[in-house]
């Protein structure tokens, strides 16, 4: 699993290519789970838990959604397996990262430490649209500027998606 693994990481410092990698059913389920467990864990630190769940499971599900509609479009769905699971494992790995921020910032996000805490998360915002930006540059051919556009599409639907269903439904 782990060799596995390690093939999908170069991507994270925008190397490697989607179309090269191996499909593994055992890898997109295990990073489907952490994926669940790191954001339920983070959105749960924001809001109440049942909120957090919601909002997990909706992300989750417009991230398949956006995943599946840019493949139909290329008319590379037989990518989907690989594709996922790159979305899964770099976002997997932001979250990693921005997991301890998320519990420091509560305790000591006073004075200049809130600019610091907001700097780093600003700085892995920015690292995780140029990764997500990397992969659909792979997919589409498409410009900069358009793939930019196509990566601030997936960022509103599966960051901001679930509050604003969240809020029209709930």
């Known amino acids: ?8 990481f170069p991507l994270v410092f925008f190397k490697g290519n989607i179309a090269d990698l191996p499909q593994s059913q055992s890898l997109i389920r295990n990073s489907m789970f952490a994926y ?6 983070i959105w749960a630190n924001i809001t109440d838990p049942i909120e957090a769940f919601i909002d997990t499971f909706i992300e989750s599900l417009l991230m398949f959604l956006f995943i599946a509609i840019l493949l139909f479009y290329t008319k590379s769905i037989n990518l989907f397996i690989q594709t996922t699971t790159a979305f899964l494992i770099c976002e997997n790995i932001i979250s990693l990262l921005a997991f301890p921020g998320v519990f420091l910032f509560d305790a000591f996000a006073q004075g200049y430490m809130f600019y610091v805490f907001g700097g780093y998360f600003v700085i892995l915002a920015i690292w995780f649209l140029s990764i997500v930006m990397f992969l659909v540059k792979q997919l589409l051919p498409i410009t900069s500027f358009g793939c930019f556009l196509v990566t601030l599409g997936y960022f509103t639907t599966t960051v901001l998606g679930p509050f604003a269903i969240s809020v029209i439904f709930l």
């Open 36 to 41: 669940i467990a790191l954001e339920l864990l």
């Open 1 to 8: 699993m782990m060799p596995l693994a390690k093939q999908y």
